[in-house]
Structure formats: structure tokens, C-alpha cells
Nanobody, 122 residues
């Protein structure tokens, strides 16, 4: 029903910026909350940021003030602008879609992207 494809990952120095994009195919994109999860080696998957269909946002404490999630329903795309990147931000980042209570309050919605690697290192 919905397919998600992430892009924009790469290698960046500490303090740098990167913008991730997630393009969704499907006719019900605007009805879903969207989120960005990340998983680093040896760590559990964690929610980084989420946005509802109406534009309300939530952020993990570790990224609040540095990351911004946004969505463009006309383009069926969600973005994650990452500023002042730190080495601990290094992880595979996954786009996620589903009801807000699953994206934020559960283990994630039913739809996942393939992941994009973000590496922050000097």
C-alpha cells in the first residue's frame, strides 16, 4: 500500500549538516504520521523525530534544537534536516509511517524504508 525510499545519507564532519529525504508512494500518505528512527551498532532502534498529518512534531531529547522534521504532502515526502551533527548521531536512519500512536508510542508504524547510513566523523 505504501513504499518508502530514503536518501541523503553520507559522511559528514562533527558540526556539519545533512538533510534526509523520504519519498512515499501511495495514495494515503497525508493520512499517516511520519517518523525517522535510527539504529547504531550495539544499540536499540530509537525514534528521532515524528510529524503528524497536521504538522505537529515530536523530537527525541538528544536531537531537539538540532534536527527539524517536515513534510510536503503534495510531494509525498518527509524530510529530516540535521544540524550541528555529533558523532553519536552516527546510525542507519529509517523512514517510518503509520498511525501516530504507533510511530511515537509504539515500536513504529507498519511501513519502513530501506534505511540510509549517516556517519559523523572527523
Amino acid at each position: 500500500q505504501v513504499q518508502l525510499v530514503e536518501s541523503g545519507g553520507g559522511l559528514v564532519q562533527p558540526g556539519g549538516s545533512l538533510r534526509l529525504s523520504c519519498a512515499a508512494s501511495g495514495s494515503i500518505f497525508r493520512l499517516y504520521a511520519m517518523g525517522w528512527y535510527r539504529q547504531a551498532p550495539g544499540k536499540q532502534r530509537e525514534l528521532v523525530a515524528a510529524i503528524t498529518g497536521g504538522g505537529s512534531t515530536n523530537y527525541a531529547d538528544s536531537v531537539a534544537g538540532r534536527f527539524t522534521i517536515s513534510r510536503d504532502n503534495a510531494k509525498s515526502t518527509v524530510y529530516l534536516q540535521m544540524n550541528t551533527l555529533k558523532p553519536e548521531d552516527t546510525a542507519v536512519y529509517y523512514c517510518n509511517a503509520g498511525p501516530i500512536r504507533t510511530v511515537v508510542g509504539g515500536l513504529g508504524g507498519d511501513y519502513w524504508g530501506q534505511g540510509t547510513q549517516v556517519t559523523v566523523s572527523s
